[in-house]
């Protein structure tokens, strides 16, 4: 799909208005559990979220944390269109990314309140999200970090014939980093099975990108540098995200090598929950939360003749499910002061070098 530019009004060439609804997808190659899949997916994703955010306005979670409200089709897509020994690798707002391979919803919300049957018994947070068991191997908080550390992920792959696929996500701040650079490179001179998603929502916290960037598409205009296809995709509508990721995961698994992909979205709120977010134009916001990812793939299904009913009994069981994780979290016993030194060093503890 050929994204327009539209003229942002703090700068000369951000995408910042989004398209008219997409109806291309409608009779894809999708049978009706995977899009009912994908749908039950989105509103886990959101309602989780949601719950996180009210959470937090309770003082019961503490610290900072960056929500991906508005940007569930990116991860919903390609989560389920990965196989389950692939790897994932996101950045601080990696919520989304940790429940759609597969991580249920009671030890995120708990790990996220500090609690010892948190995901990493409280010491990871929000911004660290990690489940080796479901492919997730870290949600990274220093930009552009994680990209040589996925390229490692795939270089193992790669070597032990594994037929494993690394997903590393990242924000389109993320392509003016040196790391960017150097790991696109590297992917594609070893031709790494590797594919490179970049969440395109048109701020770097709170500068637009277009402001401080040379080209239009920060990521794939770039990606013919290092011999990589330009390829962009509407990133509120899942259906194209799934697609796409069906085929850059396959490509990578035949051995064909790195892809790079910008989808392009735009978060709900300000960059994390202590940022409203008031820099942005309010034409903007409004035109992009028309844009829902969710409203528009009801929309899809309604025209599919899948019920409103169906649906609604969807969204209230992932309602009951958020309700009954949130009481396990809230439950959790608060973690003992001797985990301080567990999982520090490889044999659990730091006591041996002192």
Not at 117 to 142: D, Q, R
Not at 344 to 352: E, H, K, R
């Amino acid at each position: 799909m050929s994204w327009p530019l539209q003229t942002h009004p703090y700068g000369e060439h951000a995408p910042v208005l989004p398209p008219m609804e997409n109806r291309d997808f409608d009779h894809a190659a999708l049978d009706r559990s995977t899009r009912l899949g994908l749908y039950r997916r989105l509103q886990e994703l959101r309602q989780l979220e949601k719950r996180a955010y009210d959470l937090f306005m309770r003082n019961l979670v503490k610290g900072t944390s960056h929500l991906s409200l508005g940007m569930e089709a990116i991860s919903a897509g390609f989560g389920a269109a990965m196989r389950p020994d692939d790897y994932t690798f996101a950045t601080y707002r990696g919520h989304a990314h940790t429940l759609s391979r597969g991580v249920p919803m009671a030890p995120v919300l708990a790990e996220l309140m500090g609690r010892a049957n948190g995901l990493l018994g409280g010491k990871g947070g929000s911004m660290h999200l990690t489940s080796v068991e479901h492919g997730v191997l870290g949600s990274y908080a220093i930009i552009g970090a994680h990209l040589v550390i996925a390229n490692g992920a795939a270089l193992s792959a790669q070597l032990r014939g594994s037929g494993q696929v690394t997903v590393c996500f990242f924000g389109d701040g993320t392509t003016n980093i040196g790391a960017f650079h150097e790991a696109l490179n590297f992917a594609a001179v070893y031709s790494l099975p590797v594919v490179f998603v970049c969440e395109n929502n048109h701020y770097m916290e709170y500068t637009p990108i277009g402001d401080i960037t040379a080209v239009p598409r920060p990521a794939a205009d770039r990606a013919a540098a290092y011999g990589l296809a330009s390829r962009t995709v509407d990133g509120n509508d899942v259906d194209a995200v799934h697609l796409a990721a069906q085929e850059l995961l396959a490509q990578a698994r035949a051995g064909e090598g790195p892809s790079l992909i910008e989808a392009v979205t735009y978060r709900h709120g300000g960059h994390s929950r202590a940022d409203p977010g008031k820099y942005r134009p309010d034409k903007e916001v409004r035109a992009w939360l028309d844009y829902d990812p969710i409203t528009l793939y009801r929309g899809r299904l309604g025209r599919l003749g899948v019920p409103a009913a169906e649906l609604d009994a969807i969204d209230r069981e992932v309602a009951a499910a958020v309700d009954e994780a949130t009481e396990i979290a809230r439950n959790g016993a608060e973690p003992d002061i001797a985990s301080a030194l567990t999982d520090v060093w490889a044999d659990g503890g730091s006591s041996w070098r002192n």
